[in-house]
C-alpha cells in the first residue's frame, strides 16, 4: 500500500472512532510503521474526526519529523511498543469512556485487566495489561511499555485510555474495539457473578486460533469481580 494510501486509511479510521463517539474532542492518537523504519502519526490536539492526510506527521526511523504537523506527544508511548512488538505495524490510542473507567476500579489485576468474558476478546488483544498513571507524554511510560517485555499487544493506562498494536491499522482498530466491548461488558455484569470462559474453552480458543495469552494458565476463568 502507498503511503498517501495509508495517510488516508489513517484519516478513515479516525473519522470512523470518532464520530462513534471512542475517542472526544482532540483525543487519542493513531500511528502506523513504514517499511523504511519510519511512522505515520496523528498530530497533537488534532480531532481524529477532523484529519488532514498532508498534514499528518511523517517521521524517520529515529522518530525525528521530516513533514508534516509537530506530532503527538504521546510518540515515547508508541516507540516503546514499536520497540517490543517487533510485528507491530499500527498502534491505536483511545479515551473510550469503559476501558478508561475500568482502569480506575480498585480489582483490577495489572497482569490481565479484564477476564475470559467472550471469545473475540481473547482472539482479538490476547489480554490486556494495566500500566501505572503516567502524566500524558511523559518519557516514562517508555519503561513501563517494555517492562512488559513484549507479552501484550493491549495495554490499558491507568486514568487514561487503551493502547493497542496491530499488525494492519484495520487489526489494531478491531482489537481496540474489542476492548472497549468488553470492558462495557464487565460494567454492566460486575458483581453479578457472570459465567466466563472455562479454563478449558480459553484452552481449545488457545490450541485452534495458535493464540498467545500472557499468563493465561494463571488467570483464564479467575474471577476478578
Not at 92 to 118: F, G, K, N
Amino acid at each position: 500500500m502507498s503511503e498517501t494510501a495509508l495517510r488516508e486509511q489513517i484519516c478513515r479510521y479516525g473519522r470512523s472512532l470518532f464520530e462513534r463517539g471512542l475517542t472526544p474532542g482532540s483525543s487519542g492518537n493513531i500511528s502506523l510503521r513504514l517499511p523504511d523504519g519510519g511512522w505515520l502519526v496523528t498530530p497533537t490536539n488534532a480531532s481524529l474526526g477532523f484529519l488532514d492526510p498532508a498534514r499528518i506527521s511523517r517521521l524517520d526511523d529515529q522518530g525525528r519529523l521530516v513533514s508534516g504537523d509537530k506530532p503527538t506527544k504521546e510518540i515515547p508511548l508508541h516507540g516503546a511498543l514499536y520497540e517490543s512488538r517487533s510485528e507491530a505495524k499500527a498502534i491505536v490510542h483511545l479515551h473510550s469512556t469503559h476501558a478508561v473507567a475500568v482502569s480506575m476500579l480498585p480489582e483490577i489485576d495489572p497482569r490481565q485487566v479484564l477476564p475470559p468474558l467472550t471469545p473475540y476478546y481473547l482472539m482479538r488483544t490476547g489480554g490486556t495489561a494495566l500500566v501505572p498513571y503516567y502524566r500524558p507524554g511523559d518519557p516514562a511510560v517508555a519503561d513501563a511499555i517494555r517492562g512488559l517485555a513484549g507479552k501484550y499487544s493491549s495495554v490499558l493506562l491507568a486514568n487514561h485510555g487503551p493502547v493497542v498494536a496491530g499488525d494492519s491499522l484495520e487489526g489494531a482498530v478491531f482489537a481496540t474495539e474489542e476492548l472497549e466491548e468488553t470492558a462495557k461488558l464487565y460494567l454492566l455484569l460486575r458483581n453479578l457473578n457472570p459465567r466466563q470462559l472455562s479454563p478449558g474453552q480459553v484452552a481449545d480458543l488457545v490450541t485452534h486460533f495458535g493464540l498467545t495469552l500472557p499468563e493465561a494458565e494463571d488467570h483464564a476463568g479467575h474471577d476478578h469481580g
